[in-house]
């Protein structure tokens, strides 16, 4: 599966973002997705795994409650939603796929296909 992430920018502290991550192939239902991002000068983070049906999701404790990743089958699409950001958000996110068939983990190494990233910056 080829991915193709979409909908960084520059928005204010406190403010909103969602991103898109379009997938391409028919086998999207089968693969867990998952969202990382690399903030500068840091290693690249887990964000958020959502299961092949999009019903479970695994999110790293500093985005639980403001961060929300879903996917829509029928588009070939996932997402993240972004709430409450701040500063320290400010990062290059990226979408991974990961299967088919594969369990959610926050092992960036585990995952086969990446999208080129989209960088989502929080700044007044």
């Known amino acids: 599966v080829q991915l193709q992430a979409s909908g960084g920018g520059l928005v204010q502290p406190g403010g909103s973002l969602r991103l898109s991550c379009a997938a391409s192939?028919?086998?999207?239902?089968?693969?867990?997705i998952a969202w990382f991002r690399r903030a500068p000068g840091k290693e690249r983070e887990f964000v958020v795994g959502?299961?092949?049906?999009?019903?479970?999701?695994y999110y790293a404790d500093s985005v639980k409650g403001r961060f929300t990743g879903s996917r829509d089958s029928a588009k070939n699409t996932a997402y993240l939603q972004m709430s409450s950001l701040k500063p320290e958000d400010t990062a290059i996110y990226f979408c991974?796929?990961?299967?088919?068939?594969?369990?959610?983990?926050?092992?960036?190494?585990?995952?086969?296909?990446w999208g080129q990233g989209t960088l989502v910056t929080v700044s007044s």
């Open positions: 991974a796929a990961r299967g088919p068939l594969r369990p959610i983990t926050q092992d960036p190494t585990a995952y086969d296909s």
């Open positions: 192939g028919r086998t999207f239902s089968t693969y867990v």
């Open positions: 959502i299961s092949m049906g999009g019903g479970s999701t």
